[in-house]
């Protein structure tokens, strides 16, 4: 038991050291992960995988390809099951693409460590909440249970995720405001929005090859409002502008910022104003299969995916030597199938994957009476 806390002590320092990031923190340390891998032989969970996804390859040396990446990625996620042992890591949905193409699905532009930078520096910051109304915040808290929140999406193979992160919090926004959950359209989004921060002139939302939640609030504000889904469906590829401010559903009045690296500020934020668009770093989502996720090892840095933060929750699992954690609640846009039905569960409370340094609320305009 000691020789192996020694190594995982050693490995941690070795994959923080290597990051070679500032971000990049220790969070604890364990005896590793003994959780036992089922028997079956890649080929076997490969072609589980396959009937269960119903994936077609091209040929042969296609799928002979794929059970590579595959078996790659059951390694992967076996290394992520030692470094987050309150997470189940495993096969997912995304199991037979190699990391690359993985993150070049994700959408987020690559701020770096520019995300704090470029949220202040971009637009208002919210009042902070005092000391006051964070103690009194409610223990846990999830919109889903109050009809604030969609159905689980899918974006597919388009690096739109800014683009649901930003219909999810409008979503909200106009359900605190009217009562009313419409489903809106991330395609309006992906066509219409190149709209680039006011700080950084080279981060532009680009349809499919990324973009910024704040740049769309911009955008929504100038256009005119947002369509619903049903008026302008997404396609998950970049198509021609079919914005009509006529049939807009939605207008957005304006944007803030919620204070970076605070939770509590995070939750005050998310009970006042709804569901709260946020960056995170993806790293351990790949192969996400539930629980809740407490990566050892993931640097804030690396923010690289948006997301909507609709809750949180005080005590997630009792796994045996960590105890209960507090967490976040997730909604992510890779459908269903991924995660805890398409939910991610991530432990609150410092900044974990840098989930609380880009976070963003929205405010619709009230309807004409
Ligand atoms: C939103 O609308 C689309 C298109 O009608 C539909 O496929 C999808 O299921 C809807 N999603 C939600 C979350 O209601
Ligand atoms: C944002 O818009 C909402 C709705 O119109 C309004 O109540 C609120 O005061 C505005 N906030 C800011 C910071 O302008």
Redesign the pocket.
């Known amino acids: 038991m000691a020789a192996q806390l020694v190594a995982a002590l050693v490995l941690l320092l070795q994959l923080a050291g290597a990051s070679g990031h500032d971000g990049g923190f220790i969070r604890q340390v364990t005896d590793g992960g003994s959780r036992a891998w089922p028997g079956l032989l890649p080929e076997a969970q490969f072609a589980a995988f396959v009937r269960r996804h119903g994936r077609r390859y091209s040929g042969p040396e296609e799928y002979a390809r794929r059970l590579r990446v595959f078996a790659a990625n059951l390694a992967r996620a076996a290394a992520h099951q030692a470094l987050d042992p309150s997470a189940r890591h495993g096969v997912t949905p995304f199991s037979d693409l190699t990391r690359e193409e993985f993150e070049s699905r994700l959408g987020l532009t690559d701020v770096r460590a520019g995300g704090e930078r470029l949220v202040r520096g971009s637009m208002?910051a919210a009042a902070p909440a005092t000391e006051e109304e964070v103690a009194r915040l409610p223990a846990s808290f999830d919109w889903r249970n109050m009809g604030a929140v969609t159905g689980v999406k899918t974006q597919g193979a388009c690096g739109s995720c800014w683009a649901f992160s930003t219909t999810g919090a409008v979503e909200g926004a106009n359900f605190l405001a009217t009562g009313k959950l419409l489903n809106l359209s991330e395609q309006q989004l992906v066509d219409c929005d190149h709209t680039c921060s006011a700080v950084a002139r080279n981060e532009c939302n680009n349809g499919c090859a990324g973009g910024l939640m704040t740049n769309a609030y911009a955008y929504l504000m100038e256009s005119g409002g947002l369509m619903e889904q049903r008026a302008y469906p997404y396609t998950g590829a970049a198509g021609a502008y079919r914005f009509d401010p006529d049939r807009a559903a939605v207008r957005v009045?304006?944007f803030?910022a919620v204070p970076a690296g605070d939770e509590r500020q995070t939750r005050a934020a998310l009970v006042r104003r709804g569901p709260l668009a946020v960056g995170l770093n993806a790293a351990f989502m790949q192969t996400y299969a539930g629980g809740v996720s407490c990566p050892l090892v993931c640097p804030l840095a690396w923010v690289n995916h948006g997301a909507l933060l609709v809750g949180y929750g005080a005590r997630g699992f009792a796994a045996l030597r960590l105890g209960y954690r507090p967490y976040w609640v997730i909604k992510n846009s890779w459908g269903e199938q991924w995660g805890e039905r398409g939910y991610y569960r991530l432990c609150r409370g410092g900044n974990v994957c840098g989930v609380d340094s880009m976070v963003s609320a929205v405010?619709v305009?009230?309807p004409p009476p």
């Open positions: 208002p009045a304006n803030t405010a305009a009230p």
